[in-house]
């Protein structure tokens, strides 16, 4: 078996008999950012509790560089966990609580101020060993809890949703902080989220979670641009998924459009997901499908407008000032080369979407 973290058909049911995971296969692999990204409730925190050693799985293996530590004391697993809450002690000083597990694994003092200084150092804290954490914003009580974690040099980082707790803009340059962290020092990290876009920033794998399974792995382009069901394509962002229908040589017909695949495809029905970025608009009485605008906003970097077409009502978000409409105007609609792929029949035994790179008819 290969290096990294591996979890072999791990099972886990409470009390009251909530299944929380069924059968999770998975493998994190090493110096790399993993993401648990998925619903409240759909396993991706009880996995994370797992894996450090907090609760036992019913059933299944989990294995860490070639060794079983299902059964493993938490405080003998190489790894830190970073709670959602930060769980910083309140009596304790920022430098105190650094040096609370490294007093805790007998290191001498001078080797305590020694890591708690270098991992303060990394994550901008150096000069705020005396403070309290009352005394603290939210981002730097989430830097204490993540230095606090960095400083017993893990092999393996767990974070669950770190972010949480913040600003918009403070979870921007937070992690941004984490990602930096992670590539500079080559950790190892899984990290828990239930924000699409939090995921696609900082990982290099995501593992979309759903009623405790695992339903897809990869990139976060392979998430965002292939998505295998309709409930990735639907949590990965703002999408809308249309019945289609293939000729069998890789065109298909969405109302007037026609959009070519060049691939062959067998004939049949098929489910489209479009993305609101694939939708372009033109003047009324264009080639195209007919629509009207139902209303429209302005967010400084893009434009959303809502289109009312004879396949609903659609979201259309440009970058472009010129999209910007009137409440009633009548517009064309046209695909673009992005943001439009094809779900394959459920009745294939394995899922697979294509994506469309070209649309025959375009202004």
Known sequence: MSQGLHLLGIEKTYANGYRALRGVHLRVPERRLTTLLGPSGCGKSTLLRLIAGLERPDAGQIVFRGEDLTHCPADQRDMS???????????????????????????????????????????????????????????????????????????????????SNLDANLRRHIREDIRQLQQRLGLTVLYVTHDHAEAMSVSDQVVVMQEGRVVQIGSPREIYEQPQTEFVA???????????????????????????????????????????????MAPAGAQGLAGKVERSAYLGRSTETWVLTALGSLLVISDQQAACHAVGAPVSLFLSRKGVSVLLPQTLSTPQTIPVFQSRRHP
């Not at 105190?96 to 290191?107: E, F, S, T």
């Not at 150092?121 to 005394?135: C, K, Y």
């Not at 009580?141 to 960095?150: D, G, H, K, M």
């Not at 067998?266 to 993305?275: D, H, K």
């Open 81 to 163: 966990l970073v709670f959602q809450s930060y769980a910083l002690f309140p009596y304790l000083s920022v430098q105190d609580n650094v040096r609370y597990g490294l007093k805790a694994q007998g290191l001498s003092a001078a080797a305590q101020a020694e890591r708690a200084a270098q991992a303060l150092a990394l994550v901008g804290l150096g000069g705020f060993e005396d403070r309290m954490p009352h005394e603290l914003s939210g981002g730097q009580q989430q830097r204490t809890a993540l230095a606090r974690a960095l400083a017993l040099q893990p092999a393996l980082v767990l974070l669950d949703e770190p972010l």
């Open 234 to 280: 639907g949590f990965m962002g703002d999408s809308a998924v249309f019945e289609a229908h293939c000729d069998g040589a890789g065109q298909i017909r969405l109302g007037p459009l026609t959009l070519d695949l060049g691939v062959p495809l067998r004939q049949g029905a098929v489910r489209l997901i479009v993305r609101p970025q694939a939708w372009c």
